[in-house]
């Protein structure tokens, strides 16, 4: 089955620097758009990511654009969020998932989803 295993979060001070790394199995990730969401407590998830099976589009929230940068390794099969200039508000429970990476992607329900990892960004 699915298996998404998030890591590579922590506490970093702001203006910083991190990558998240999403390990995957039960699938070939060559054939599957991935997407990054987060949550931070008290607030809905929110799509941070996405990045298409040939890895030749990506797309960003607004709020992270030319901070963060989104790759797949497919050999590895392993997912990437780098994320530069952090922010406090960057803060949040990072997931990955297996989406449809195009117009609305950050608004369909997935159903495949990891434990998470934490970051957390502040002084």
């Known amino acids: 089955q699915v298996q998404l295993v998030e890591s590579g979060g922590g506490l970093v001070q702001p203006g910083g620097s991190l990558k998240l790394s999403c390990a995957t199995s039960?699938?070939?990730?060559?054939?599957?758009?991935m997407g990054w969401f987060r949550q931070a407590p008290g607030k809905e998830r929110e799509g941070v990511s996405c990045?298409?099976?040939?890895?030749?589009?990506?797309r960003f929230a607004d709020s992270v654009k030319g901070r963060f940068t989104i790759s797949k390794d497919n050999a590895k099969s392993i997912v990437y969020l780098q994320m530069n200039s952090l922010k406090p508000e960057d803060t949040a429970v990072y997931y990955c998932?297996?989406?449809?990476?195009?117009?609305?992607?950050?608004?369909?329900?997935?159903?495949?989803w990891g434990q998470g990892t934490q970051v957390t960004v502040s002084s």
């Open positions: 998932t297996t989406v449809f990476c195009g117009d609305g992607w950050d608004t369909f329900d997935y159903p495949d």
């Open positions: 039960g699938f070939t990730l060559d054939y599957y758009a």
């Open positions: 990045i298409t099976a040939e890895g030749t589009e990506t």
